[in-house]
């Protein structure tokens, strides 16, 4: 169609607008004036924010309690991370259980010193192997057999197999008379370490620092081996009835660590990391001239 003349399309807008039915003129007329209406805005969820049910007056919580809903703040849900949504939900349900449970026995059994905590992720660092971690972990959580325990569920007695006192959880790890020449071992090798040891780091573990950071790991190691030699020792004797001695069950593991290293650093090419790891000050190896390893202890 030529719309060569401005009366044209005039004159078809004018038909047009006749034509259309009141209310749509009315529309037109407002779309007109005001412009292209905007669709409606559609309003999204509205903000949710979760948090911590809180706890019954009957109950207070115990002041180192596991649950972790103590420190858990009100967060959206919308963008809540999945892992924080699940830890939530698994302490919500099971809130009046851990809000009275503490998060481990040795509180009462050998309370902690000022400003001491259990070091949780000590126990898995990164030079201890995950069953010793496994092991260290159950012991904090006081979740290993003793006599005591056992003769509750069973007829064996509640004595120790190796000297005959009465098995408790403390007996097994830290006051049974076979421990004495392990400990003079550990506290002979920390203090080369310029730490002192003491059954509250063979339990609560050595705080990982960044600047003694070598230092604290290889330690963290030696502690986790020492409860894994109590752990085994005690586990063949009820076995086998043997007697084996735990000191030299963890010179056995201490060994074995470094030497398996050596090995690995050799084929790499690494042995300037084993040195700076493994053989810090010399305590538990070293590496001659000649590039052989010599076991320290
Ligand atoms: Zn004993």
């Not at 706890?55 to 115990?62: E, K, L, N, Y």
């Not at 963890?250 to 700076?276: I, K, M, N, Y």
Request: proline share 10%; charged share 20%.
């Amino acid at each position: 169609m030529r719309l060569s003349r401005p009366r044209t399309p005039l004159c078809i807008l004018q038909e047009m607008r006749a034509a259309l039915l009141p209310p749509a003129r009315v529309y037109l007329d407002w779309v007109l004036r005001e412009g292209t209406p905007r669709p409606p805005s559609t309003p999204g969820p509205p903000d949710l924010f979760i948090g911590l049910l809180p706890h019954g007056p009957d109950r207070p919580p115990h002041p180192f309690t596991v649950s972790w809903l103590r420190e858990l703040q009100l967060v959206q849900f919308q963008t809540a991370p999945r892992k924080h949504l699940y830890t939530l939900m698994l302490h919500t349900f099971h809130v009046p259980t851990l809000a009275s449970h503490p998060d481990t026995k040795w509180r009462d059994l050998l309370p902690p010193l000022e400003g001491e905590e259990p070091q949780w992720a000590s126990l898995y660092s990164t030079l201890v192997p995950r069953p010793a971690g496994d092991i260290s972990w159950r012991l904090l959580h006081g979740a290993v057999s003793t006599g005591v325990y056992l003769a509750r569920f069973t007829p064996i007695p509640d004595t120790c197999p190796f000297c005959g006192v009465r098995e408790t959880l403390a007996h097994v790890y830290l006051e049974c008379a076979r421990l004495q020449p392990l400990f003079r071992l550990l506290t002979n090798i920390l203090l080369r370490f310029w730490l002192h040891f003491s059954p509250h780091l063979l339990i609560y573990a050595l705080p990982v620092h960044g600047a003694a950071k070598s230092r604290d790991l290889l330690v963290n190691l030696l502690l986790a081996l020492a409860k894994v030699a109590i752990y085994k020792t005690r586990v063949r004797r009820l076995a086998d009835g043997v007697s084996c001695d735990c000191g030299a069950y963890f010179r056995s593991s201490v060994h074995s660590c470094p030497r398996a290293e050596f090995l690995w650093a050799v084929s790499t090419d690494s042995l300037d990391a084993f040195e700076e790891q493994w053989a810090l000050s010399g305590v538990l190896c070293s590496v001659s001239p000649s590039g052989s390893l010599r076991l320290t202890l």
